[in-house]
């Protein structure tokens, strides 16, 4: 079935979002609708799982719309069953707010990746979800090999419930964490990516996670962490 990949449980500042979607086996085009307060948009015979929305009817502020997508076998995204995937558009005040706030990070004297990430952890603050998504994507296109970017990055999808996207953004920050020797990322990213697979439903494999993510928080010293990591092995 088509899922919703962006936006999905998020806040947006720009009333023009580009909608994106998985593109499911055997899906040649896609109807595309918008939902919520008095719009009801629809566009047919979408050949690709991206669409840029072209702004009529318009966007309004702090209405909660939500994007469904069918493809032409009658897969619906709403197959899914999630709840809370809508989206929303900031109101004026709150925007202007929230663009003086990047300001000043991007005034800061900081490296470019650091601002990225800095942005990128501000926007997810404020529930722009979608748009600190976009942004650690960039860095890790543009090569980051932090572990920590790949770590925020799998927090982010795992928050809105794409746990495949999870899943393999946890398993590049548990191998980078690795390399560089950070056992604190490598614990939580063990523990997160054991949970994610839970939902996928891959026991097996996140009790070794679990397993291995208990042993490294008693090397910390985080022994309340291991407890309850022990508890959820039981």
């Known amino acids: 079935m088509p899922y ?9 500042l720009n009333p023009l979002p580009v909608l994106h979607w998985n ?7 896609y109807t595309v609708e918008l939902r919520g307060g008095e719009i009801t948009w629809q566009q047919e015979a979408v050949t690709t799982p991206s669409l840029a929305y072209p702004g009529e009817p318009p966007l309004e502020p702090g209405v909660t719309y939500l ?11 709403q197959d899914e069953g999630a709840r809370g995937l809508g989206f929303s558009i900031l109101p004026e005040v709150e925007a202007e707010k929230i663009i003086q706030q990047r300001d000043q990070i991007i005034g800061l004297e900081l490296s470019e990746p650091a601002r990225q990430y800095a942005l990128a952890q501000y926007d997810a603050s404020q529930g722009l979800i979608a748009e600190a998504i976009e942004r650690f994507e960039q860095l890790v ?8 970017v790949h770590q925020a990055l799998a927090d982010l999808y795992a928050q809105i419930g794409l746990w495949l996207l999870a899943e393999a953004r946890y398993t590049t920050a548990i ?4 390399q560089q020797q950070n056992l604190e990322i490598l614990a939580a990213g063990r523990a997160r990516l054991g949970e994610v697979k839970l939902k996928l439903g891959k026991t097996a494999e996140a009790s070794d996670l679990l397993t291995q993510a208990k042993n490294d928080y008693e090397t910390l010293g985080e022994i309340e962490r291991a407890a309850e990591l022990n508890q959820l092995l039981e």
């Open 175 to 178: 191998a980078l964490a690795d």
């Open 23 to 29: 593109a499911p086996p055997g899906a040649a085009s």
């Open 141 to 148: 296109a543009s090569g980051s090999e932090e572990a920590a």
């Open 67 to 77: 994007l469904v997508v069918t493809d032409d076998r009658g897969r619906s995204s």
């Open 4 to 12: 919703i990949i962006s936006p999905r449980s998020t806040k947006l």
